[in-house]
T-cell receptor, first 112, second 107 residues
Framework: DAGVIQSPRHEVTEMGQEVTLRCKPI?????LFWYRQTMMRGLELLIY????????DSGMPEDRFSAKMPNASFSTLKIQPSEPRDSAVYFC??????????FGDGTRLSIL | KNEVEQSPQNLTAQEGEFITINCSYS?????LHWLQQHPGGGIVSLFM???GKKKHGRLIATINIQEKHSSLHITASHPRDSAVYIC?????????FGAGTRLTVKP
């Protein structure tokens, strides 16, 4: 059974560019979460979806960040325009109901 | 003061020792998670609990809702247990994370 799949694994881009992170949750899971992890702030919940609908996006840092879930098997997190302070590891996780979450391997993002 | 406090921040143990990591929180929660993050960065959910105690192999997690406190115990620790252990509490619509406890188990 495939786990949560994130792409790309690593992304290096210049400040001002648009960045799109992708996530494929585990089939059958109805919750999807986006997290960010930095040395300074640790893990933070950015946004989560239930049945493809965003439930809480209060963790999204600012308007430069947006997330979509067009269907049950795909979600994107977009940063436009990107800034150096957005450099972090971004994790996607999914769960069935309120069961333990399964995490993807993360996308390590570096904004130069 | 952080809403989720973990202790200790760092812990070094000898193989075979019994280990306890603590988590205290100050907000109302619907569930508490213990996560394990290995040096490679991958995160694994170890436990999700809202009351009582859960056990999985050598790992035991307990929670006291009245005292707003949870503990993660590792029995017969092994070098492969070396990782960062993160406590996370889930409210109605959000999650708050502890800063993590870095565990090193020496052979």
């Amino acid at each position: 059974d495939a786990g949560v799949i994130q792409s790309p694994r690593h992304e290096v881009t210049e400040m001002g560019q648009e960045v799109t992170l992708r996530c494929k949750p585990i089939s059958g899971h109805d919750y999807l979460f986006w997290y960010r992890q930095t040395m300074m702030r640790g893990l933070e919940l950015l946004i989560y979806f239930n049945n493809n609908v965003p439930i809480d996006d209060s963790g999204m840092p600012e308007d430069r960040f947006s997330a979509k879930m067009p269907n049950a098997s795909f979600s994107t997190l977009k940063i436009q325009p990107s800034e150096p302070r957005d450099s972090a590891v971004y994790f996607c996780a999914s769960s069935r109901g309120r069961q333990p979450q399964h995490f993807g391997d993360g996308t390590r993002l570096s904004i130069l | 003061k952080n809403e989720v406090e973990q202790s200790p921040q760092n812990l070094t143990a000898q193989e075979g020792e019994f280990i306890t990591i603590n988590c205290s929180y100050s907000v109302g929660i619907s569930a508490l998670h213990w996560l394990q993050q290995h040096p490679g960065g991958g995160i694994v959910s170890l436990f999700m609990l809202s009351s009582g105690k859960k056990k999985h192999g050598r790992l035991i997690a307990t929670i006291n809702i009245q005292e707003k406190h949870s503990s993660l115990h590792i029995t017969a620790s092994h070098p492969r247990d070396s990782a960062v252990y993160i406590c996370a509490v889930r409210g109605n619509n959000d999650m708050r994370f502890g800063a993590g406890t870095r565990l090193t188990v020496k052979p």
